[in-house]
């Protein structure tokens, strides 16, 4: 069977490839059986290899998206002491609304949304602070704008002041490598359906073991979502505590074994030939973006929105999506932007089509 080809340039759920979007129709099977036990232990220790080895670091999985996996996280591993949060974007944001919801002690840390954390006054806060500051919690690749948060450096610093580091790596997690010990990184947050190029529906934490069971000791803030009670369930028998989404599981199973084929490291490779393709031809059409080139992803780009009468969003949206480009709008509320995304299965001459459907857009407005 064929399926129809998207290319999808919204942030994720990503393009995905007709293996994987296959690899969900399986016989029925009931999640309690050894035989599926065997496909989530697969998934959590691979999940991990990307980015630790099985020793040190494990992977708990849970059903639910992205937000399940850093509210798992935060509401979690934080105890009585204060955890300093990096707000640079929506989801920093959102991760302050999680400490907020569950009355965890935060410091909110406001930092540009387009340029690098001041690091020095960051480490001014952490110092200064009269609290106990035990974790510090940023996102990596902040997917509002597309700027990528220097996660080697506060792991140095979180070294520096014995805290652990905390880190939403949803939409770099499988597309830009990480090595969780060198990065000095405690625990990480991801999703099946961003760099990993599987469907939506898990999401997962990465977490230092040793750092986890001492989580055991403090009292559970929730259910559903607690890390500790997962990760002492799931290790049991490779069991999650509640209804797995199946064939999400086997999606994913499939979408690792091709990333490994790849390599996290040619993925990275993919993804930023696709984004200086897209770089060479905003150029072209006159159409500027926001990151400067030592902050930027190259996974995401904000680009400004043209200033020509007769544009609209929703119009090119529009346009662009009858020849089978799926574009995003912006996210920042002080500058009119719209999103491009370079992840997943495409690659720069998926970029070079929607550049010539975007010229084109343009064209009809008298843009160029
Ligand atoms: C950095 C980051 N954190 C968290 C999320 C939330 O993920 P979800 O929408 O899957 O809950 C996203 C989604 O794009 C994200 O980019």
Known sequence: MEVKRNVLLN????????????????ADICPREQEFGDVMEFVSKELTNFVGNNEEYTTVL??????????????????EDTVVIINNGAYGKRMCEIAEAYGLKFIEFKSSTVDAIDYEKLEGVIKNSPDKISHLAVIHHETTTGLLNDVARLGQLCKKHNIDLIVDAM??????????????????ASSSNKCIQGMAGVSFVIANLEALLKTKELKPRNVYLNLFKQYE?????????????????????QAIVEA???????????????????????????????????NHSKLITSIIE???????????????????????????????????????QI??????????????????????
């Open 11 to 26: 942030p994720g759920p990503a393009t995905t490839t007709d293996t994987v979007k296959f690899a969900q129709v399986v």
């Open 62 to 79: 849970f059903g639910g998206s992205g937000t399940a996996a850093v509210e798992a996280m935060l509401s979690s591993v934080v105890g």
């Open 171 to 188: 939409s770099s997690y499988a597309g830009i490598p990480i090595d969780m010990k060198k990065m000095n990184i405690t625990y990480l």
């Open 233 to 253: 369930y799931f290790i049991k028998n490779y069991q999650m505590r509640f209804t797995p989404p199946v064939q999400i599981l086997y999606a994913l199973k």
């Open 260 to 294: 490994k084929e790849e390599t996290i490291e040619k993925r990275h490779e993919r993804y930023v030939r696709s984004c200086d393709t897209l770089l060479a031809g905003l150029d072209r059409l006159g159409l500027v973006h926001l990151v400067k080139e030592e």
């Open 306 to 344: 043209p200033k020509v009468e007769g544009y609209s969003f929703d119009a090119m949206h529009d346009y662009l999506y009858e020849r089978g480009f799926t574009i995003y709008p912006g996210k920042v509320s002080d500058a009119d932007t719209f999103r491009i995304a370079n992840i997943g």
């Open 347 to 368: 690659d720069y001459k998926d970029m070079e089509g929607f550049l010539a459907a975007l010229e084109a857009y343009l064209k009809t407005i008298n843009y160029i």
